[in-house]
């Protein structure tokens, strides 16, 4: 059974820096992109990033797309999510999860299982 735990997530303040990690355990993922998404209070699950096995390939979100870069340690079984010049409407839970679907795209919600439990990122204005 594949297990996600995000951390790194914290309060920080507006122009700040944060960098998330996402650690699996129970498979190797090295085949399967991983996608980051946020979700903010009484808002949908919204895609963030996301890389594929390899690392050649990488999508974001318009919003994010600049300040934000996802990388990956197939070694370590790990991806990060690097998040510069942070805005109070990046406040949200951070979810990493695994694409298991790939006909839909890297950036649809319905491409992902096996989500992790999130980690709080709340930026002060």
């Known amino acids: 059974q594949v297990q996600l735990v995000e951390s790194g997530g914290g309060v920080v303040s507006a122009g700040g820096s944060l960098s998330l990690s996402c650690a699996a355990s129970?498979?190797?993922?090295?085949?399967?992109?991983m996608g980051w998404f946020r979700q903010a209070p009484g808002k949908e699950r919204e895609f963030v990033a996301s890389i594929s096995g390899s690392a050649d390939s990488t999508y974001y979100a318009e919003s994010v797309k600049g300040r934000f870069t996802i990388s990956r340690d197939n070694a370590k079984n790990a991806v990060f999510l690097q998040m510069n010049s942070l805005t109070f409407e990046d406040t949200a839970i951070y979810y990493c999860?695994?694409?298991?679907?790939?006909?839909?795209?890297?950036?649809?919600?319905?491409?992902?299982?096996?989500w992790g439990q999130g980690t709080q990122v709340t930026v002060s204005s």
């Open positions: 999860a695994v694409q298991v679907i790939y006909g839909l795209g890297p950036t649809r919600l319905g491409s992902y299982d096996h």
């Open positions: 129970g498979a190797t993922l090295s085949s399967h992109g």
